[in-house]
């Protein structure tokens, strides 16, 4: 990969760090009146997901990163690793459960997401914003309860636990949106 | 891309208005406006500026990075106080705070110390924003009230401990004025960003530049002094030195600082050397930057809006 310098540093720009890839967040050029010139970056390291700063002097210069994001299916799991598949080249990815992590609980099979590849590995799987699940059990539902807008715990067919409103039953599909893991609406047509 | 301007009209207008006042500031203390070459056949040899090289056919020109050694040389030249308002060029110096091509504002004064100097770089100020006083501190002191450690005794662990406890993950082959100057941009300037108008002075030696070496409160300083206004640095100045033999030594100290940072070496100006060598008269001078004054004046932080075509534009 090609190497960055300071003044090339922007926003997005993927970088290796320690040895692990990181997106740059912020960078701002400092120089006291006559003194050395420093960049105070801002970077999230893509492994860990943690933000760090670090103050570099200006002109030194970072490795790029190899890291592509590929909207890619969501084939299985085999309870060690999960297997996506980029629908133009068919080839397959497998992911562990690191690069996974959360998303799993909105992984559903023909489901597509982001995979984020490092060195052509899955580094980060992002599930897409809304998905539909199957409740694979809740308490029954209250008749007459549909306006007091209380909830209550649901298992979804992942494993995820979400809370749902009273008058929603096992088996029913619903809409949830990931990025709060908060149930939306109920799902499609089953 | 884009052709259009980056700054609206008004800002248009504010530029001008600012450089109106600042010469009739001028005018009225009847300090001359001068004119310099922008193209030298030499440059600066500070380990921290890079100059950026023109080729003019034949020969390759430095865009200068500051007006003051042709403006020193008419000092020498006998010509009285003088002002100038430029274009300074320097490579890689691109931010909020900072473009490549920047307009400076660079006057000497005749037998002035850096103290009253200062002094008059104040009334500027208050003359042209909406500031209406400042202050002033010894780098020591002020280092000492911020971080309580004396920059001039600290041990190199003890200033290094500091900076790695306030400003995280640094460079680790940092010298002495690294570390100092690292915890200038990131601790001293934000400390001081609610302070109004802010005149640090007397440096330590090592960061003396072309200021003149002095005692103060018993220790050699360095003569000269920065503004800031909201923790922004504004214009540096010096109690001149004027000794052909000791600038000749800083010129060659800074060589061996770039060689040890794997720069370049710079050739030193020796026209420059030899109107010292004729003698300069006794003098303060300073250099403020016009985009950031501006900015100031317009409570604004970053300078690119106000640029008619800022770097990425230009």
């Known amino acids: 990969m090609a190497n960055y310098s300071t003044n090339e540093f922007k926003a997005g720009l993927k970088v290796l760090l320690d040895g692990d890839p990181c997106s740059i967040l912020e960078n701002e050029y400092v120089k006291p009146g006559k003194g050395q010139a420093f960049n105070r970056v801002r970077l999230r390291n893509l492994k860990s997901n943690r933000v760090w700063e670090r103050t570099f002097r200006s002109g030194e210069s970072l490795e790029g990163a190899d890291v592509m994001d590929i909207s890619m299916e969501y084939l299985y799991t085999d309870g060690e690793f999960w297997y996506f598949m980029e629908p133009n080249t068919f080839e397959q990815h497998q992911a562990d459960e690191a690069a996974v992590g959360d998303t799993r609980k909105w992984l559903k099979e023909q489901d597509v997401c982001e995979v984020t590849l490092f060195n052509g590995t899955p580094l980060a799987v992002g599930a897409a914003n809304f998905v539909e699940l199957v409740i694979t059990e809740t308490d029954p539902g209250l008749k007459g309860d549909t306006a007091q807008g209380g909830t209550k715990p649901a298992t979804l067919t992942t494993g995820a636990v979400v809370r749902v409103p009273l008058f929603i039953s096992t088996g029913e599909i619903i809409r949830i949106d990931t990025r709060t893991g908060e149930y939306v609406s109920r799902g499609g047509k089953g | ?314």
């Open chain 2, 1 to 314: 891309m884009s052709w259009q301007p980056g700054a609206a009209t008004e800002h248009l207008r504010a530029r001008a208005d600012l450089l109106t006042q600042i010469r009739q500031f001028f005018s009225a203390r009847s300090v001359l406006e001068v004119e310099t070459p922008l193209l030298a056949s030499a440059g600066v040899t500070d380990p921290s500026i890079e100059p950026i090289i023109a080729d003019c056919g034949s020969e390759a020109r430095y865009l200068q990075t500051s007006p003051e050694y042709a403006m020193k040389r008419l000092l020498a030249g006998g010509a009285p106080d003088i002002y100038q308002i430029c274009k300074a060029f320097r490579a890689h110096e691109v931010g909020h705070r900072h473009n490549p091509e920047y307009t400076l504002l660079e006057w000497y004064r005749l037998d002035l110390d850096h103290y009253a100097l200062l002094r008059e770089v104040a009334e500027l100020i208050c003359s042209v924003t909406a500031v209406d006083g400042w202050q002033s501190w010894p780098y020591r002191t002020l280092l000492q009230h911020v971080l309580n450690i004396d920059p001039m005794t600290a041990s190199y662990a003890d200033l290094n401990a500091v900076a790695q406890h306030h400003c995280g993950e640094i460079p680790g082959d940092l010298d002495r004025d690294g570390l100092l100057d690292v915890l200038m941009s990131h601790v001293i300037e934000p400390a001081i960003a609610d302070w109004g108008l802010v005149f640090v002075v007397d440096y330590p030696v090592s960061q003396a530049a072309l200021a003149r070496k002095v005692i103060s409160a018993d220790v050699i300083v360095g003569a000269r002094f920065e503004a800031y206004l909201g923790g922004v640095e504004l214009a540096n100045g010096y109690w001149e030195a004027s000794d052909a033999g000791d600038l000749r030594e800083r010129f060659e100290a800074d060589n061996k600082l770039r060689r040890q940072r794997g720069l370049v070496r710079r050739p030193i100006d020796e026209r420059l050397l030899s109107a010292m060598e004729a003698g300069m008269p006794d003098c303060a001078g300073v250099a403020l930057g016009v985009d950031r004054l501006l900015a100031c004046r317009l409570g604004r932080s970053d300078i690119r809006p106000l640029l008619a075509f800022d770097w990425s534009r230009s």
